[in-house]
Structures are given as structure tokens and as C-alpha cells.
């Protein structure tokens, strides 16, 4: 029960973040909302790392899989934020849905044993939303919504440029939660969180400061 909970609330927080991040994308580009998101979790998660990742046993496994789920996580969100850019946020945010299964794909590769009703389940999960959203309606453009962003620098296209990068970014995505969940077998939860967000934070926030590419305009503020 814990276990459905807490994927149905990760859900939530999680479709969340994709209309948000949409709107940022479409303002000030895919780079500068990363950096952003970066720096903002990078705030957030080392506090959280000091107060409750005490104690941990960081071992050379550990390490590299802190290192994989980082590095798949910023990949993954950037990819994400290109296809948002470029497409539909109904279209993408179905695509992005199945990071779920992929995990699940991956850990059966890697030998853990699902029963054959889940991996059932989850194919035709899968399958599911992969069908509709190529069978996805046109969405209106932020700009016509009520408080929307006056001016998107790449409103979304009919065309499926933007579906390459949806499924690169699901198997960025489907890593990083295999990794994180064996992470979360040795380690406190909140380990999982640091690597991709001080990472981030270091290797594409900093960067794009000191280039002047870190833009931000006050519409986008709430939704970074």
C-alpha cells in the first residue's frame, strides 16, 4: 500500500512538473530551465542530504550508481525540456508517462523476477500511452490560455520532431530510477536526490552564468 501511495503521489508531483517545466521551456529555453531546476534542487537537496543522509556506507557500487542516476537525470530532464519545447505537453507528458516500465524493462534485464500478470500489465500499459498520444488532439498554445506567457520563443508543433527526444529521455529516466531504487536498497533516499542536482548545478548552471546564457523573465519565475 506505501508502495502504490507513493507512486501515485510521485504521479501527481510528477505531471505537475512537466506542465511547468513546458511553460519554462517554451519562455526561456531548454538549457536555462535545467540550470535552473538544477540550482533549485541543488538548494533543496543539500540541506536534506546533511539532515537525514547521515550515516551512510558509500561503497565503490554506491558511487557508481550515484553516478549513473545523475547523469541520466540531467540528460533525461534535458531531453525532456527540448520535447517540450517542441511539442504538444499532452503528447509528451504521455510519452514520458512509460519511464515507469522502461525501469521495470531494465530490471528484469538486469534478473529480478516479475510475475507474468505484472509484466502483462505493464506492457499493455505501455502500449497504451504510447498509442495515445501519437493519437494526441491539437493543445492550445500557452499564449491563448488565460495568464499564459505572452511570448513563447518556440510555441509547439504539429510535426513529430519532438518524439526522438520524449524517448531518449525515457530510457534516461527508465536508468535513473533503476538505479535509484538499488541506491535506495544501501543507501538514505535522499542520497538519490544530490548527484543529479549538484551535478547539474556545477556542470550546466554555472557554465551558462558565466557565458550570460542563464536567463530568466518574470512570467516563467513561478513555473522554474
Known sequence: ???????????????????????????????????????IGTALSVPATIL????????????????????ANVVGLLLAYVAFQRGKVAVIASILATEGATAAVISIVFGE??????????????????LASAAGDDEEGAAAEPGGLAAESHPPSADGSAIPFALAAVACFGINLYATGRLGATLPIVWSLLPARLGGAVFVALPLLAMGRLT???PAVPFV
Open 1 to 39: 500500500m506505501l508502495a502504490i501511495l507513493g507512486g501515485f503521489g510521485a504521479a501527481l508531483c510528477w505531471a505537475t512538473s512537466s506542465m511547468a517545466s513546458a511553460r519554462a521551456s517554451r519562455a526561456i529555453g531548454a538549457w536555462a530551465t535545467l540550470g535552473w531546476v538544477m540550482l
Open 52 to 71: 537525514w543522509g547521515g550515516g551512510a556506507d558509500l561503497t565503490g557500487e554506491a558511487l557508481l550508481l550515484l553516478v549513473i542516476s545523475g547523469a
Open 113 to 130: 523476477q516479475l510475475a507474468i500478470g505484472a509484466v502483462v500489465v505493464l506492457g499493455a500499459l505501455a502500449g497504451g500511452v504510447v
Open 216 to 218: 530568466l523573465v518574470r
